[in-house]
């Protein structure tokens, strides 16, 4: 049971954030009733409440527990499976599935996230094309630890969604902008048949649905974004 | 009563990233076989345990391969339980787990990897960043023998191995002098205190050597 003087929970983010997402996600799979603040222009200008919570990175997601504030999504999430211990569990149970999922989730924070930031913000269509093979590579690395671990289930966590799922949750947005602006299918029956079954049954599920943009919507912000 | 199990490490000697696991089964008392690796010559096992990164240290147990350094470490914490090196707290934990990030990204990056890139006027603005991210652990040890309390815990493995046994060794072949004695008191403090526990006395790389190796890894980042 989480030790802080007040229970009050807040959560900073931006929409469109693939990693307030997760904390997201984390939040509501516990029934964690929290207050959500949306940092409106976090690139340009940064509110005080992020400031002082998040002092080094100035970055959202920032969980604020009662007087603490937890930063970087990935921590968020083990900290809300370990503050509000009761289930679901975030992460399995046994020492060598968390080493499993932990290996995977930063799997996806390291090389995929690169390779997407790369895929989108390559100069032109040749330099686009030579990056997309690093991504392909990693969601085929995906594919397979998908295969092992979801065991027949929907998710990477078997039957119930878990931290891999949590953590790979994050891409399923980005990497849809990217797939519309330069045609090409990243998820495939082809060449990933798990990750395409497994991504449609993450935006539909009752923790993610309430919180992830739909594919027309993170478009439309794209757009926007990059004046496109 | 537990059957004898199979542990084996591959690391390199050099590695701050699998010196640190050597401490941690070396505080926990697990007999270990370890595997020494080269960076330029990787074992085919090593290659089989860890294709998708290639790198070390793996952690070998009962057969089943565990990769990167904190997943190892939290991992070895799981698995034995005496003499942990995590606190219980989930706050507490949080932030062992952002600070050692904080070491092994942040800090390795623009007080080593960019340093390396850098040409040398360049290395002391690089140089006053890192003396600001560390200063952020200079707080962390007010009042503390070490980040784990009174004795070593995770971040003092992650940061022992990588800041003082690790980067300070590429300063010093860089000629910089990046932590100035007097702007870190609790920091020197820490390693005086770190220098003098058995477990990871035991797992500093030889000093010379080390230096030459960290100059080596220079080169070879300012060529890739």
């Given at each position: 049971m989480a030790q802080n003087g007040s229970n009050n929970v807040k959560l900073l983010g931006t929409w469109g954030s693939p990693f307030a997402l997760r904390a997201q996600v984390a939040l509501h799979l516990k029934s964690?009733?929290?207050?959500?603040?949306?940092?409106?222009?976090?690139?340009?200008?940064?509110?005080?409440?992020?400031?002082?919570?998040?002092?080094?990175?100035?970055?959202?997601?920032?969980?604020?527990?009662?007087?603490?504030?937890?930063?970087?999504?990935?921590?968020?999430?083990?900290?809300?499976?370990?503050?509000?211990?009761?289930?679901?569990?975030?992460?399995p149970s046994l020492p060598q599935d968390r080493a499993f999922a932990r290996f995977w989730a930063h799997f996806v924070d390291g090389k995929c996230f690169e390779s997407i930031d790369a895929?989108?913000?390559?100069?032109?269509?040749?330099?686009?094309?030579?990056?997309?093979?690093?991504?392909?590579?990693?969601?085929?690395?995906?594919?397979?630890?998908?295969?092992?671990?979801?065991?027949?289930?929907?998710?990477?966590?078997?039957?119930?969604?878990?931290f891999v799922d949590i953590a790979c949750g994050g891409i399923v947005g980005p990497l849809s902008v990217i797939e519309a602006f330069s045609g090409v299918k990243f998820l495939s029956p082809e060449a990933t048949p798990g990750l395409v079954q497994w991504a449609d049954k993450f935006r539909a599920h009752e923790a993610v649905k309430p919180y992830m943009p739909n594919v027309a919507e993170f478009i439309e912000f794209a757009k926007k974004k990059f004046n496109v | 009563m537990a059957e004898k199990e199979e542990v084996k490490l591959l690391g390199i000697w050099a590695s701050p990233f699998?010196?640190?696991?050597?401490?941690?089964?070396?505080l926990k008392g697990i007999p270990y076989d370890y595997v020494e690796e080269s960076l330029e010559n990787k074992s085919p096992l090593l290659l089989a345990l860890n294709p998708i990164h290639k790198k070390v240290p793996v952690l070998v147990h009962n057969g089943k391969p565990i990769l990167e350094s904190h997943v190892v470490l939290e991992y070895i914490d799981e698995t034995w339980k005496h003499n942990p090196i995590l606190p219980q707290d989930p706050f507490d934990r949080s932030k062992i787990r952002f600070f050692a990030k904080l070491v092994d990204e942040q800090i390795m990056n623009v007080g080593f990897t960019s340093m390396a890139k850098a040409e040398q006027k360049e290395r002391e603005v690089l140089a006053e960043q890192t003396r600001e991210l560390i200063s952020y652990l200079e707080k962390e040890l007010v009042g503390k023998d070490f980040f784990g309390g009174k004795s070593v815990g995770f971040l003092d493995l992650v940061a022992g191995s990588m800041i003082p046994f690790c980067m300070e060794r590429g300063w010093e072949g860089m000629g910089l002098e990046v932590i100035k004695d007097d702007k870190f008191p609790e920091y020197k403090r820490w390693v005086k205190n770190l220098e003098k526990v058995e477990i990871v006395k035991d797992c500093i790389p030889p000093r010379e050597k080390h230096i030459e190796h960290m100059n080596y890894m220079v080169k070879r980042i300012r060529s890739s």
């Amino acid at each position: 049971m989480a030790q802080n003087g007040s229970n009050n929970v807040k959560l900073l983010g931006t929409w469109g954030s693939p990693f307030a997402l997760r904390a997201q996600v984390a939040l509501h799979l516990k029934s964690v009733e929290h207050e959500y603040t949306e940092e409106a222009d976090v690139l340009k200008s940064k509110s005080d409440l992020l400031v002082k919570s998040n002092p080094i990175h100035k970055k959202v997601p920032v969980l604020i527990h009662g007087d603490v504030s937890i930063c970087e999504s990935l921590n968020i999430v083990q900290y809300v499976d370990e503050a509000w211990p009761s289930k679901p569990s975030i992460l399995p149970s046994l020492p060598q599935d968390r080493a499993f999922a932990r290996f995977w989730a930063h799997f996806v924070d390291g090389k995929c996230f690169e390779s997407i930031d790369a895929v989108a913000g390559a100069k032109d269509d040749a330099a686009r094309m030579a990056l997309a093979g690093n991504l392909m590579e990693c969601l085929t690395a995906l594919e397979e630890a998908f295969q092992k671990s979801s065991k027949g289930g929907d998710f990477f966590g078997g039957e119930n969604i878990g931290f891999v799922d949590i953590a790979c949750g994050g891409i399923v947005g980005p990497l849809s902008v990217i797939e519309a602006f330069s045609g090409v299918k990243f998820l495939s029956p082809e060449a990933t048949p798990g990750l395409v079954q497994w991504a449609d049954k993450f935006r539909a599920h009752e923790a993610v649905k309430p919180y992830m943009p739909n594919v027309a919507e993170f478009i439309e912000f794209a757009k926007k974004k990059f004046n496109v | 009563m537990a059957e004898k199990e199979e542990v084996k490490l591959l690391g390199i000697w050099a590695s701050p990233f699998s010196r640190r696991i050597e401490m941690a089964l070396k505080l926990k008392g697990i007999p270990y076989d370890y595997v020494e690796e080269s960076l330029e010559n990787k074992s085919p096992l090593l290659l089989a345990l860890n294709p998708i990164h290639k790198k070390v240290p793996v952690l070998v147990h009962n057969g089943k391969p565990i990769l990167e350094s904190h997943v190892v470490l939290e991992y070895i914490d799981e698995t034995w339980k005496h003499n942990p090196i995590l606190p219980q707290d989930p706050f507490d934990r949080s932030k062992i787990r952002f600070f050692a990030k904080l070491v092994d990204e942040q800090i390795m990056n623009v007080g080593f990897t960019s340093m390396a890139k850098a040409e040398q006027k360049e290395r002391e603005v690089l140089a006053e960043q890192t003396r600001e991210l560390i200063s952020y652990l200079e707080k962390e040890l007010v009042g503390k023998d070490f980040f784990g309390g009174k004795s070593v815990g995770f971040l003092d493995l992650v940061a022992g191995s990588m800041i003082p046994f690790c980067m300070e060794r590429g300063w010093e072949g860089m000629g910089l002098e990046v932590i100035k004695d007097d702007k870190f008191p609790e920091y020197k403090r820490w390693v005086k205190n770190l220098e003098k526990v058995e477990i990871v006395k035991d797992c500093i790389p030889p000093r010379e050597k080390h230096i030459e190796h960290m100059n080596y890894m220079v080169k070879r980042i300012r060529s890739s």
